[in-house]
C-alpha cells in the first residue's frame, strides 16, 4: 500500500542515545536525535533534533535541523534552521528559513527556479568530482 503524503509517521530514528556510524539512506521521514557520521539521504523530511550531532552531508525534500551538522545540506523542498542549530557548511535549497540565533559558516544557495536548481546542482556535483580527483591527481602528478 502506498503512504499517503500526508502521513508523518517516522520510517528511521536515530536515538539520543545512539551513536552511528556510515552512510544512512532512507525512503521515508526520518529524525536524528543521536550521533551520526556519514552521510544522510532521505527522500522525504529530514529532521536532525536539537542535540543531533552529526558530521556528514543531509540530502532530503522537507529539512529541519536543531542541532550541530559539520557538512553540506541539500533540501529540494524547504530548509528550517532552528535558533538552536550550528551549520558548517554549504547549503543548497530552494526555500529557506533561519531562525534568529542560529550559525551558519558556509555558501548558501536558494534556487527559486527549476533552471537555477538544476545549474547549481551541477556545479555542486562538478565541484565533488574535482574535489574526488585531487588526491589522485596528487600522488600521480606530485
Known amino acids: 500500500m502506498a503512504q499517503a503524503a ?9 536515538g539520543p542515545n545512539t551513536t552511528f556510524t556510515g552512510d544512512i539512506e532512507t525512503g521515508g521521514f526520518t529524525r536524528v536525535d543521536g ?5 544522510l539521504k532521505v527522500k522525504g523530511r ?15 525534500t522537507n529539512i529541519t535541523i536543531g542541532g550541530v551538522v559539520c557538512g553540506n545540506i541539500i533540501s ?17 535549497t530552494r526555500r529557506i528559513q533561519a531562525d ?6 558556509g555558501k548558501v544557495a536558494v534556487c527559486q527556479t527549476d533552471e537555477r536548481w538544476t545549474k547549481t546542482m551541477s556545479e555542486h556535483r562538478d565541484a565533488l ?8 591527481f596528487q600522488r600521480v602528478y606530485g
Do not use: Q
Not at 500526508?6 to 536515530?14: P, V
Not at 532552528?82 to 543548497?92: E, K, Q, R
Not at 568530482?129 to 589522485?136: D, K, M, Q, W, Y
Open 76 to 92: 529540494d523542498g524547504h530548509l528550517v534552521i532552528l535558533s538552536t542549530a550550528i551549520v558548517i557548511g554549504d547549503i543548497i
Open 46 to 60: 529530514v529532521v536532525i533534533g536539537e542535540r543531533a550531532r552529526m558530521k556528514g552531508n543531509v540530502t532530503g
Open 129 to 136: 568530482g574535482i574535489r574526488s580527483a585531487l588526491p589522485v
Open 35 to 39: 550521533h551520526l557520521r556519514g552521510n
Open 100 to 105: 534568529d540565533g542560529c550559525f551558519i559558516n
Open 6 to 14: 500526508s502521513d508523518f509517521s517516522i520510517n528511521t530514528i536515530i
